[in-house]
């Protein structure tokens, strides 16, 4: 008899402007489209092991997200559930903070810039912004690069070419630290971007490789553990033998003292992945991903 295996992804959608540019729009299937692969690849291993694997998948508002997971579970999907936030606001200039403490870089000067409504993409909402830049970006300290924080994609992306000083932008716009993009190419990722191309006819988005990894990382607890129960999985995930491929060059593993998970980030302009972090020169004492995120010193 087949093993079950039943997994659900809740995404929460949450109250979020348009993007700035039309390129970014939202797709109705994201997030999602990475679960449907991801339970794909489990079902080819899936088949051998005589296991198969079903996904439920759920979009919600942030005021009916615990009913859909009180939902699900009382229909027996208690294996995990992955939130997937389609526009959190994170304390991004925190973190940006504390990686320039760890990585020895010194910030100068902080400023703020202030959402004052209106259109963003009307012409005169974002020549309204395209003028405020350079005049806010007078009398800085000197710099060398300029570090965007913008959660709500508000001004980011109007900051290259529109500072007063000739610097380049990272962060937010310009170079810009993601899990994914379809301008990856080596480590076998040409092949990830193909067959999910394949299968949704669009190029696959930072929320759609998370959530494919998600899954994956299911399918190979499952795998090794030849179990479905979740205090095995967590387990097996967790534990120091377990790997998987990300086709990033590196196997990705989980922090134990965090849950966090060990991944390369992509550095991407847009258009090409310029560099993959971590980065040559800046050492760990256990692995170079841990040169990465939140270390066991700074989640105690």
Same mark, same amino acid.
């Given at each position: 008899?087949?093993q079950?295996v039943?997994t659900a992804?809740?995404?929460v959608d949450y109250?979020?402007l ?8 939202p ?5 999602f489209a990475g679960a449907t692969l991801g ?8 088949r051998?092991m005589g ?5 439920v998948?759920?979009?919600t508002t942030?005021e ?5 997971f009180?939902?699900?579970v009382?229909?027996g ?12 606001l994170?304390?991004?200039?925190d973190?940006y903070?504390?990686s320039a403490?760890?990585f020895g870089a010194r ?6 810039f202030t ?15 395209q003028r405020?830049l350079p ?5 800085t300290?000197r710099h060398d690069v300029v570090l965007?924080?913008?959660? =709500?994609?508000?001004?980011a992306?109007y900051l290259? @070419?529109? *500072?007063?000083?000739a610097?380049? !932008?990272a /962060?937010? &716009?310009?170079?810009v630290p ?8 080596s480590?076998?990722?040409t092949?990830?971007n193909?067959?999910?191309?394949k299968? =949704?006819?669009r ?5 759609? @490789?998370? *959530?494919w990894l998600a899954l994956? !990382?299911? /399918?190979? &607890?499952?795998?090794r553990?030849?179990s479905?129960?979740?205090?095995e999985?967590?387990a097996?995930a967790?534990?120091?033998a377990?790997?998987l491929?990300a ?9 134990k003292?965090n849950?966090?998970m060990?991944?390369p980030?992509?550095l991407?302009n ?8 971590p ?6 004492q256990?692995?170079l ?8 010193p700074?989640s105690a």
């Amino acid at each position: 008899m087949a093993q079950e295996v039943r997994t659900a992804v809740i995404r929460v959608d949450y109250p979020s402007l348009l993007p700035l540019s039309r390129l970014d729009l939202p797709t109705e299937d994201r997030a999602f489209a990475g679960a449907t692969l991801g339970t794909e690849d489990n079902a080819t291993t899936g088949r051998f092991m005589g296991q198969t694997h079903e996904t439920v998948t759920v979009a919600t508002t942030p005021e009916d997200a615990l009913a859909a997971f009180e939902r699900l579970v009382g229909d027996g999907y208690r294996l995990f559930v992955i939130l997937a936030r389609e526009a959190e606001l994170l304390a991004m200039a925190d973190a940006y903070r504390a990686s320039a403490r760890n990585f020895g870089a010194r910030i100068v000067g902080e400023r703020e810039f202030t959402d004052t409504g209106g259109s963003r993409v009307s012409d005169s909402g974002h020549v309204l912004v395209q003028r405020q830049l350079p005049v806010f970006m007078q009398n800085t300290a000197r710099h060398d690069v300029v570090l965007a924080a913008d959660a =709500t994609d508000y001004f980011a992306e109007y900051l290259p @070419y529109n *500072t007063w000083q000739a610097a380049p !932008v990272a /962060g937010s &716009a310009g170079l810009v630290p993601v899990t994914w993009a379809p301008t990856h190419e080596s480590r076998g990722a040409t092949q990830l971007n193909t067959r999910f191309e394949k299968l =949704t006819n669009r190029p696959m988005r930072d929320e759609d @490789y998370q *959530t494919w990894l998600a899954l994956r !990382v299911i /399918g190979e &607890a499952v795998t090794r553990t030849g179990s479905a129960d979740p205090a095995e999985l967590r387990a097996c995930a967790l534990g120091d033998a377990f790997t998987l491929a990300a086709f990033k060059g590196e196997p990705v593993t989980f922090r134990k003292w965090n849950g966090q998970m060990r991944q390369p980030i992509l550095l991407t302009n847009g258009r090409m992945t310029v560099s993959v972090s971590p980065q040559d020169g800046f050492l760990h004492q256990r692995t170079l991903l841990d040169s990465l995120g939140l270390d066991q010193p700074e989640s105690a």
